[in-house]
């Protein structure tokens, strides 16, 4: 009953953009801090990006500063990952998770999450 729901992933050229979203069901996001997470194959999950409950507060990994931008409509009850100059490297399925009581860093080091979505598949090629 509380799903987290992925999309706008899909195939894109390097240079190009995506922007990813997360809208939830069963539950309202305000009250939870927020990730997005990838898994390469052959590679360990790593966090991407998080935000907290309040969105005041953001994580990015070193890889992607300066060209992802996390955000969030607690209104909308979705969260968005803009994702731009990407990169072969950024290959990887999608993952955004709920979490409560922590902070945007926190959620992000430890990956851990109260829910997971299903993966919205990104590929960068050319």
């Known amino acids: 009953q509380f799903k987290l729901v992925e999309s706008g992933g899909g195939l894109v050229q390097p240079g190009g953009s995506l922007r990813l979203s997360c809208a939830a069901s069963?539950?309202?996001?305000?009250?939870?801090?927020i990730g997005w997470f990838r898994q390469a194959p052959g590679k360990e999950r790593e966090g991407v990006s998080c935000?907290?409950?309040?969105?005041?507060?953001?994580n990015y990994a070193d890889s992607v500063k300066g060209r992802f931008t996390i955000s969030r409509d607690n209104a909308k009850n979705t969260v968005y990952l803009q994702m731009n100059s990407l990169k072969l490297e950024d290959t990887a399925v999608y993952y955004c998770?709920?979490?409560?009581?922590?902070?945007?860093?926190?959620?992000?080091?430890?990956?851990?999450?109260?829910?997971w979505g299903q993966g919205t598949q990104v590929t960068v090629s050319s």
């Open positions: 998770a709920a979490d409560a009581f922590t902070t945007a860093r926190g959620m992000c080091v430890d990956g851990r999450a109260d829910y």
């Open positions: 069963g539950f309202t996001l305000d009250y939870y801090a």
């Open positions: 935000i907290s409950s309040s969105g005041g507060s953001t």
